[in-house]
């Protein structure tokens, strides 16, 4: 199921894509075209409209006066392959990213820096479930609350889903090859008997990845039979609120998913931060000449 999503997501990036460029006049490339904004059509390319990194390009943009900017709507896998097509030509693209991310290490790229202060800073991913999941799944909440890890873990995950792995598979040869990692999670818990459990998640590349270890743990270790509900991001929070999914390792705090935190105050119970380390922004081709979002008006 979500290798059929996965693919699904490919072919609509992939058709994405195709529409961003058959409108391009070819000629964009380089240095010499013009101004920044010329060159990429002031285009920014973003990800899915849930995302807390769209409302942060919208400040972007009001904080840096990008008034004749667009930020282009689509999904991670769109992004992702527009950026690589660009960097196949090296082209210049501006996308909005986010770290951890594969796409740093497949490409040489490099934050716009922010000296405003629009993408926040101190990020962190942090494990939600819905109220009342400690009365009725206490073995499955405590694995939730111990689970924790490091960009290096997700990145090993992450890179094998884009080499062609199927998630499931690349979870679990993680979960396989980290076992003192895994047994930390789970120590000294009761194993259940195909008792049922939903996790919410946005197809976000970092998702993808710790959605499924927490899936295989949560089977392999504990017994649960977990099915996993592939949504945007408001759903994913309105969701745990309304009690319809059990749990989500995808809330990125305190600024990234704010609206949604304070939305639903109260209708959820925050576990704390499952990864430290993580970075918002716009990200660029290391070979474009720009260094700050500044550079985008004056350049
Ligand atoms: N992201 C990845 C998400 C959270 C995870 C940065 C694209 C967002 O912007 O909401």
Redesign the pocket.
């Known amino acids: 199921m979500v290798k059929f999503a996965t693919r699904a997501l490919i072919a609509v990036g992939l058709s994405g894509v195709l529409a961003l460029t058959g409108c391009s006049t070819g000629k964009s490339g380089g240095a010499s075209g013009g101004s920044i904004g010329d060159q990429v059509k002031h285009e920014i390319i973003g990800?899915?409209p849930?995302?807390?990194?769209?409302k942060?390009t919208q400040q972007a943009m009001k904080d840096y006066e990008l008034t004749d900017w667009k930020l282009v709507e689509g999904s991670?896998a769109a992004m992702a392959a527009a950026l690589d097509k660009a960097y196949k030509d090296e082209k210049p693209i501006i996308v909005?990213g986010?770290t951890p991310h594969w796409m740093f290490a497949k490409y040489k790229l490099k934050y716009l820096e922010d000296p405003k202060g629009s993408y926040g800073k101190d990020e962190e991913?942090h494990t939600v479930v819905r109220n009342g999941l400690k009365n009725d799944a206490p073995s499955a909440y405590a694995m939730l609350d111990n689970f924790e890890w490091t960009p290096d873990d997700m990145a090993v995950v992450m890179s094998a889903v884009v080499d062609g792995k199927d998630p499931a598979e690349a979870a679990s040869q993680w979960v396989k090859d980290n076992a003192d990692k895994v047994d930390g999670w789970v120590k000294d818990l009761p194993k259940e008997d195909g008792k049922k459990l939903k996790l919410a998640y946005?197809a976000?590349?970092?998702?993808i990845a710790s959605t499924n270890v927490v899936k295989q743990v949560l089977e392999q270790r504990l017994g649960y039979k977990v099915d996993t509900l592939q949504v945007e991001?408001g759903p994913m929070w309105a969701g745990i609120a309304n009690g319809s999914a059990d749990a989500m390792v995808?809330a990125?705090l305190p600024t990234?998913?704010k609206d949604y935190y304070e939305k639903y105050k109260g209708q959820f119970e925050d576990l704390g931060a499952n990864l430290v380390g993580?970075k918002?922004g716009l990200v660029v081709p290391e070979y474009m000449d720009i260094n700050s979002i500044e550079d985008l008006k004056t350049k």
């Open positions: 990800i899915d849930g995302a807390g990194l769209m942060q991670s909005t986010w991913i946005v976000w590349d970092s998702e991001a995808a990125w990234t998913h993580t918002l």
